[in-house]
């Protein structure tokens, strides 16, 4: 019995580990939100964050990874500097952007079209099979459709409010920086952010990819940090050239400080670590299959910190995203079964070759064995 749940517990750890993820993700979104409203420029916040990842990251993999690191070669620091890019130093000012012009709920349901585009991606590359016609194929299928139409309802239908609790709690009451801020962006910049967003889900979608081709190749910690260092010097070099004020670098013992160290440490250091052990393990798929989630995440935060209230629309999207993500995995535990029992049938199948081999040459080997 002790057997059978020690498997099962390890069976479920990537998906743990995901969820974990996506609640870290979820502060993510608050702490944003917080320093963006305290005045902080997103493209600094965005710097700062590559930064202290890349000094999180960087003693973490000397100590863990420090004898079974292979060689860095030139592809593997090709693929950091561009995953520095795709997961970093672009994706991240995408979505930082998109956010000053629209609003944290509109690029909060732009991430979810990372797992359409990882899956469409993946197949494209062939790193996923459609199989359509496999009941596995349909499930994938149909649970990415039922996450993002979750996502969608969860973002653009409220109905009626459902006073389940109240905190009273404003956390931006408290971190006002005394901006006036328009009650509705233009319908360009609307457009623009959108824009930005789509353009942001798409790298992280072409991260995820990437990413999966390093964890086959390099350890998690080491991989993050290279994608750190990389991430970090793009980063600041954009910052530089287009923050001119110095001024606006300066931290202080405030939620700047702890958005940049969260941010940092915890975003885009310990949670990327994980997504490449369980990109290793899972694959991309699996790793997008659970960012519909974060929608899920920040409603329930804003809902505890932010002093906003939830709505049916709420509720019934999150029930669609949790029915999607059952599906993509259902349909991927299959496959993973079938690649499994393939496997094993192939292994088995070399193995008795090999006996027969071994058999007949040991009648040469011996005449007294021959007719």
């Known amino acids: 019995m002790s057997g059978k749940l020690g498997e099962l517990l390890e069976g479920l750890k990537p998906a743990m580990v995901m969820v974990i993820v996506q609640i870290a993700f979820g502060g993510i979104n608050v702490f944003y939100k917080l320093a963006k409203n305290d005045g902080m420029s997103v493209k600094i916040m965005v710097a700062y964050r590559m930064m202290v990842a890349a000094a999180s990251m960087i003693p973490l993999a000397l100590v863990f990874d420090w004898k079974g690191r292979p060689k860095l070669t030139r592809r593997i620091a090709l693929l950091s500097f561009f995953l520095g890019i795709f997961g970093g130093s672009l994706s991240h000012n995408l979505y930082a952007e998109s956010l000053a012009l629209t609003s944290a709920t509109f690029i909060a349901a732009m991430t979810n079209l990372i797992p359409a585009m990882t899956f469409f991606m993946a197949v494209v590359l062939r790193m996923e099979r459609l199989a359509i016609r496999t009941n596995a194929g349909k499930a994938k299928v149909l649970g990415t459709i039922l996450s993002i139409g979750g996502a969608m309802i969860l973002t653009f239908y409220k109905g009626a409010e459902m006073n389940i609790w109240s905190t009273h709690i404003n956390l931006l009451h408290h971190h006002h920086h005394g901006m006036t801020v328009p009650q509705q962006s233009s319908s360009r910049n609307q457009a623009l952010g959108g824009f930005l967003g789509i353009a942001s889900a798409v790298s992280m979608a072409v991260w995820m990819i990437l990413q999966a081709k390093l964890s086959m190749v390099y350890p998690?910690?080491?991989?993050?940090?290279?994608?750190?260092?990389?991430?970090?010097?793009?980063?600041?070099?954009?910052?530089?050239?287009?923050?001119?004020?110095?001024?606006?670098?300066?931290?202080?013992?405030?939620?700047?400080?702890?958005?940049?160290?969260?941010?940092?440490?915890?975003?885009?250091?310990?949670?990327?670590?994980?997504m490449t052990w369980v990109a290793r393990r899972k694959g991309a798929l699996f790793i997008a299959s659970f960012y519909p989630l974060l929608l899920v995440v920040v409603a329930i935060a804003g809902s505890l910190m932010l002093d906003e209230t939830l709505h049916v629309g709420s509720v019934l999207g999150a029930l669609f995203i949790i029915l999607g993500l059952y599906c993509v995995l259902w349909g991927k535990s299959k496959e993973m079964e079938k690649t499994t029992e393939l496997d094993a049938l192939i292994k088995s199948s070399k193995e008795s070759e090999l006996r027969d081999t071994a058999a007949v040459e040991a009648q040469f080997d011996d005449p007294r064995q021959l007719p």
């Open 220 to 274: 998690s910690y080491s991989g993050t940090a290279l994608m750190s260092i990389c991430a970090s010097i793009q980063s600041v070099a954009y910052a530089l050239c287009t923050e001119r004020d110095w001024s606006a670098w300066t931290l202080g013992w405030n939620i700047r400080l702890i958005t940049v160290v969260y941010t940092g440490a915890v975003g885009s250091g310990l949670m990327v670590a994980l």
